[in-house]
């Protein structure tokens, strides 16, 4: 029953023969929200999913529930929580994207055989978590969202929470790479400075991969490390926009 806002862009001209694919695209943590990804406001590197739309894409774009009418993080966590004491917030966001999905799958033009997802740092780790939990995205892209628990700060009451950090935490994130086979997914890590996935991402690919195989080759699971640092600049863009295209088009 709460309202969440996102941004739907449409390609403009020659209208496909067949449907149009389709992405979700996942904001990363910033003020602007869904304005930058959607290319109303901020830098022109982040307006992905205005590039993807110009390339012939449906994109949704939803708000990050920790933008929906709070002042702060804290606010948007505590009002999660009260409503839902037993969810974690990364299940919020999952929700919430899935529901992103569910806007993609009812519009009459869009393929639904051809939605992907995408993302860069917080909207990676969106991407990540979408292509685990729903089969309907059948293409991702998720650039730095730090793959590893210690990579970055999955550890935040908005993502996981602290029980993470327990010794007998049963579980890690090699498994939902694994639940994402045999779907294409790739990882785009800036390996230096403020990065979150590179060589120490490998690991979790490589643990995943029994399960991967079990579906013969290839394998369109990997990973791109352009150790550029937390970006996605145009020439890093290209390797999102390429895989996806290879993939949905």
């Not at 009260?82 to 519009?107: I, N, T």
């Amino acid at each position: 029953g709460i309202r969440a806002h996102g941004y739907l862009l449409r390609p403009v001209g020659t209208v496909p023969e067949k449907k149009w694919p389709a992405i979700v695209g996942l904001h990363q943590t910033t003020n602007a929200s869904i304005d930058e990804i959607a290319g109303v406001s901020g830098p022109e590197d982040m307006h992905i999913g205005l590039k993807m739309a110009k390339r012939g894409y449906v994109v949704f774009c939803p708000k990050n529930y920790l933008w929906h009418n709070v002042d702060n993080y804290q606010e948007a966590v505590a009002r999660h929580a009260e409503r839902h004491p037993q969810a974690l917030g990364m299940m919020k966001m999952l929700y919430d994207s899935q529901r992103g999905v569910d806007v993609l799958c009812s519009l009459d033009d869009v393929d639904t055989d051809r939605i992907g997802a995408m993302g860069h740092s917080l909207g990676a780790k969106e991407t990540f978590y979408l292509m685990a939990f729903d089969d309907r995205v059948k293409a991702g892209v998720a650039s730095d969202g730090g793959t590893g628990f210690t990579s970055t700060n999955w550890n935040a009451p908005w993502y996981l929470g602290k029980q993470i950090e327990e010794a007998d935490f049963p579980l890690d994130h090699h498994e939902l790479i694994a639940l994402i086979a045999p779907r294409p997914f790739l990882i785009l890590a800036g390996e230096i400075g403020h990065a979150a996935d590179g060589d120490r991402t490998w690991p979790y690919l490589q643990a995943a991969l029994p399960v991967w195989d079990l579906y013969g080759k290839p394998v369109r699971m990997g990973m791109y490390n352009h150790r550029m640092g937390h970006v996605l600049p145009p020439e890093i863009f290209a390797k999102m926009e390429a895989w996806l295209s290879t993939y949905l088009v």
